[in-house]
C-alpha cells in the first residue's frame, strides 16, 4: 500500500482574497508578496511609500501593471505616465522603465516569461 501525506494529496483550496489587504503600506519602504509563481511568469502585489520608487532599469520580458490603490508615476522610455487605481500599464520588454509614488499606492505586476 502506497501512503502519501496530507499535504502530497491535499490541493490548496480556492480562496477568495480582497487585493487591497494581502500586504500592508510600511513607512519608508516599498513592500512586496509574490502571489503566483511559475515557469510562466509571475504576479507580484507590491505597496509603495510615499516618495519610494524603483530607479530606472530594463526587463527581457514584458509586464502588465495595474494599479490597486492611489497613483503612480511610471516612466517608460522617458516619458511619464500618471496611472490611478483601476487603469493599466505595459511595461515593455527591453525598454527602460522606472516607477515613483507621489503618494503611498498598491500595484500588481504581472510578468510573462514568453
Not at 502585489?45 to 490603490?69: I, K, M, N, Q
Not at 503618494?103 to 516569461?113: N, P, Q, V, Y
Amino acid at each position: 500500500m502506497n501512503m502519501m501525506s496530507d499535504e502530497q494529496t491535499q490541493t490548496p483550496s480556492p480562496e477568495v482574497k480582497p487585493l487591497s489587504e494581502l500586504l500592508q503600506y510600511q513607512d519608508g519602504a516599498i513592500v512586496s508578496r509574490v502571489l503566483l509563481k511559475n515557469k510562466g511568469g509571475t504576479v507580484t502585489l507590491f505597496a509603495f511609500d510615499r516618495g519610494e520608487g524603483l530607479s530606472e532599469h530594463t526587463a527581457p520580458f514584458e509586464a502588465l501593471v495595474l494599479v490597486v490603490d492611489g497613483a503612480a508615476e511610471v516612466e517608460i522610455a522617458g516619458k511619464t505616465y500618471t496611472v490611478i487605481e483601476g487603469e493599466t500599464i505595459t511595461l515593455p520588454a527591453n525598454i527602460p522603465h522606472a516607477v515613483r509614488a507621489p503618494a503611498r499606492f498598491k500595484m500588481l505586476l504581472t510578468m510573462i516569461r514568453a
